[in-house]
């Protein structure tokens, strides 16, 4: 009798522990997966969000900087990198995206594809002109910037360098970190202090060493009067 009361218990546990045993979808599956993470987007840049307290950079695109300036035909100085902050901004602050992480970049930003409002961000940054594809990270977006170049579309109709050559440009001290200051006090290799401004010769190629003592000046008068001398072309 005690053998068959302890058969009849085993068999009872055997059966709830199958009923409470629900075999999850793939997608519930993949949502716990520590490779993904969803969360309301906050804009940082272009291609650079913040998603569930993860800094993320999107995979194989690449936006112009925030300082970034682009030209348009008619030669007009346009605050394109701001524009497109603004504009991605409008688009998904607050909304809820998906991300997939693929890797982490030298920063130590969470690089992810990510979807929202039903489609792939970066394809759609793409699509419209206001991203590039960074074919160097992968080839993803190439056939969409194709199409967006042959229709003039966002960046496509202006002037501008590429956002990777403008990094380097500013990382050389080439960019003015003031817009209001943008004349370059530099000193040669003799010691003399020149400065430069837009527009003449060696404007764009000197870089400012702040540590070497040369400096940014917002006038011509100001430069002179701090003992500079202007550049003679």
Avoid at 6 to 31: E, K, M, N
Avoid at 42 to 47: A, E, L, N
Avoid at 149 to 166: I, M, N
């Amino acid at each position: 009798m005690i053998g068959r009361f302890t058969y009849i218990a085993c068999a009872l546990a055997l059966l709830l522990g199958a009923a409470l045993f629900v075999p999850q979808p793939d997608s519930a599956r993949a949502s716990q997966s520590p490779q993904g993470f969803s969360g309301p987007i906050r804009v940082i840049d272009g291609d650079t969000f913040e998603v569930a307290g993860t800094k993320v950079r999107l995979h194989a695109v690449d936006a112009p900087e925030n300082d970034q300036m682009c030209e348009t035909e008619q030669g007009i100085d346009w605050a394109c990198g701001g524009w497109i902050t603004k504009a991605v901004t409008d688009r998904y602050s607050g909304v809820v995206a998906r991300c997939e992480k693929i890797e982490m970049d030298r920063y130590g930003r969470t690089v992810a594809r990510c979807t929202a409002l039903g489609e792939d961000v970066g394809a759609w940054l793409v699509r419209e002109g206001l991203a590039f594809a960074y074919v160097q990270y992968g080839a993803d977006y190439a056939g969409i910037e194709r199409e967006a170049a042959a229709l003039d579309r966002g960046l496509h109709a202006v002037r501008l360098q590429t956002p990777s050559q403008h990094r380097k440009t500013r990382a050389k001290g080439r960019i003015p970190p003031d817009d209001a200051c943008k004349i370059k006090g530099n000193i040669s290799a003799d010691g003399k202090q020149i400065f430069h401004q837009p527009g003449q010769s060696f404007y764009e190629s000197t870089g400012i060493n702040e540590a070497k003592g040369e400096r940014w000046f917002c006038s011509a008068a100001a430069a002179r009067a701090a003992g500079w001398r202007a550049a003679k072309r």
